[in-house]
């Protein structure tokens, strides 16, 4: 099996998205989980520094949250930083044309910008109603965030998304917004 990687974008993304909050005892905690935040990123990172990452943000940023509500803000703020990078900016701009339903078919090329690994499967069940599946999801919480914000982007309201199944190949979501 190939080793999954995060590329350095989706690092720049959550970094921007927490410029504000990252002092130096955040970039230590950071550079001891094994990212650094002042130096250039490098290439990629093992997805476990990544998720060590989102849990080490969420608990310093979200102290008062759960766990899981610390991961969804954490996913939200991040598409607002990704949204400002170079590849970001491109897929944001495209979410917009496309609308929430097509955002959502397309999910697997938009995931792959930001890692080597992620597949998606969509199956619409009604009108702003979909169940999405997503392989190797350790952090559901993280993905309700990105994909409530990202389907915020491609013009969706009253977005709602939550687990509705969980093994160890993905998870299924149900996707429900306001056209």
Known sequence: MT????????FEGLFRAVSRQLDERLAAELREVGVDPRVELKPTYPLAVFHDTLKLLGARLFPGESPDEQ????????MDGYALTMVGRAMVGMMR???PKRTLERL??????GNNFSETRVREVGQGHCELWCNQVALPAWYEGIIARGLEFAGARDVEVGVIHKDAEGATFRVRWTP
């Not at 080793?3 to 989706?10: G, H």
């Not at 697997?108 to 910008?113: D, E, G, L, M, V």
């Open 97 to 99: 044309v496309l609308g």
């Open 71 to 78: 991961l969804r803000r954490i996913g939200r703020q991040f």
């Open 3 to 10: 080793e999954r990687l995060i590329f350095a974008q989706t």
């Open 108 to 113: 697997s090329r938009q995931f792959r910008t």
